[in-house]
């Protein structure tokens, strides 16, 4: 027999399963009437012992930085041996001041050495190619000469008998066979003694060829051996300026390449400071920008002369004249704290630059509201300088900021200020 089930009603109703999307539905109603309807001012509650409190002013911006420079000579000449050795001995140490053409090191090279001995045999053996050349020359010029001289005389005798033949062939005395005979050997005279005359002639020249290439081989070999003997004086490495040495990386024994650094020389007549820059001023740091310094309680100008294109580690390099002033006692290596101008003075809304922007990156500030509140507020901050930052938009002069750090403030819109 089938149980009739009774239906529930009234309060039992809302405790069965068909009325649990109806309580989930409810949950999220409330749930969102609380997010509209809950204060959105996040607060916190500080200490007011440790804040760094700060007046919004307007005055002039001094729109400049601050750089750190190091002083150094305007002239530094590497140090670079032009023929490799090995170090034999150190005439002058670091920090050592030496005119040019003193010698701060020498070195040996027995390759050098056997190179000089060979040139010089070298030498030697072709000077006396040249002796010998010489007087196997000038013995077949006489042999030659004689040999000439024998055909001139053979030229005059058989002239003689040709003339005296002819008389008597004329006269009929003789036979013609006689005659034509006489001609015939004057005649082969003649040309024997033009022949010989004629390779006299290109034996001088081509002894005089012969000899002139001879002497400039010579030559050759001896501005080869002059060299060699220079590259010998070149193992003494000598200072190319006056001034100091500041750097010399060499030790006794050890072997130099040609051509390698192995220290500078400082000239001392003038110095440079040489600065490095944030890139982030990279475009509005140019040459011809004035900058100051104190040194010793003295106020000194300097002036921007060079900018280098390359950036390394965020940082550029730049380079920077004194004025007409030198600080005393000037050294290289010491560091100058260098105020560069990088625009004209202007009126501005300033605040005092404090640790607060390494937070808020310069968008946002704690304004106070009363002396035991501070608020949040939007801000745009625009040109800074080592002291203040200038205010484009937010802030009013006369109004307090915060200006410490907010490490511990979090993103709370509003902070109460205790005691």
């Known amino acids: 027999m089938d149980r009739q089930i009774e239906k529930k009603k009234g309060l039992r ?243 130099i390449s040609a051509g390698a650094n192995i220290g500078q020389i400082n000239n001392l007549d003038n110095y440079k400071i040489q600065a490095q820059i944030d890139e982030h001023y990279i475009d509005r740091v140019t040459a011809g920008l004035e900058a100051t310094f104190d040194r010793q309680e003295q106020h000194y100008n300097a002036q921007l002369r060079k900018v280098y294109p390359d950036v390394r580690d965020g940082k550029f390099k730049a380079d920077f004249l004194f004025g007409d002033d030198l600080p005393d006692n000037i050294r290289a290596g010491q560091t100058y704290y260098l105020n560069l101008q990088l625009g004209q003075s202007e009126e501005a809304v300033l605040i005092p630059r404090g640790s607060f922007y390494q937070h808020t990156g310069g968008k946002w500030i704690y304004v106070l509201t009363d002396p035991h509140r501070a608020e949040k507020r939007t801000i745009s901050i625009g040109r800074q300088n080592p002291q203040y930052y200038e205010v484009l938009e937010g802030l009013k002069p006369g109004e307090k900021v915060l200006t410490g750090s907010y490490d511990h403030y979090g993103e709370n819109e509003v902070l109460v200020i205790g005691d």
């Open 13 to 255: 109703l809302a405790f069965t399963r068909k009325a649990i999307p109806y309580w989930l539905a409810a949950v999220l109603v409330a749930f969102i009437v609380y997010l509209i309807a809950r204060p959105h001012n996040s607060t916190q509650r500080i200490s007011g012992d440790t804040l760094i409190i700060s007046e919004v002013t307007r005055a002039n911006f001094d729109d400049y930085i601050r750089v750190n420079g190091t002083v150094m000579p305007m002239t530094s000449v590497q140090i670079s041996p032009t023929e490799g050795g090995i170090v034999q001995q150190i005439v002058a140490e670091e920090g050592t001041k030496v005119k040019a053409g003193d010698v701060i090191l020498i070195l040996s090279n027995e390759n050098l050495d056997l190179q000089i001995l060979n040139a010089e045999a070298e030498l030697a053996e072709k000077e006396n190619i040249l002796r010998n050349t010489l007087i196997s020359m000038e013995q077949q010029k006489l042999s030659v000469r004689q040999e000439r001289l024998a055909l001139q005389v053979e030229v005059r005798r058989t002239k003689r008998a040709y003339e005296s033949n002819q008389q008597l062939y004329n006269e009929r005395l003789i036979a013609r066979e006689e005659y034509l005979k006489a001609q015939e050997d004057y005649q082969l005279a003649k040309d024997k003694l033009e022949v010989v005359s004629e390779r006299e002639r290109q034996d001088s020249l081509y002894r005089s060829e012969e000899l002139q290439q001879l002497r400039d081989n010579l030559s050759n070999m001896r501005l080869n051996m002059a060299m060699i003997r220079r590259r010998k004086e070149n193992l003494s490495v000598k200072a190319p300026i006056d001034g100091q040495i500041g750097l010399l990386d060499a030790v006794l024994g050890q072997s």
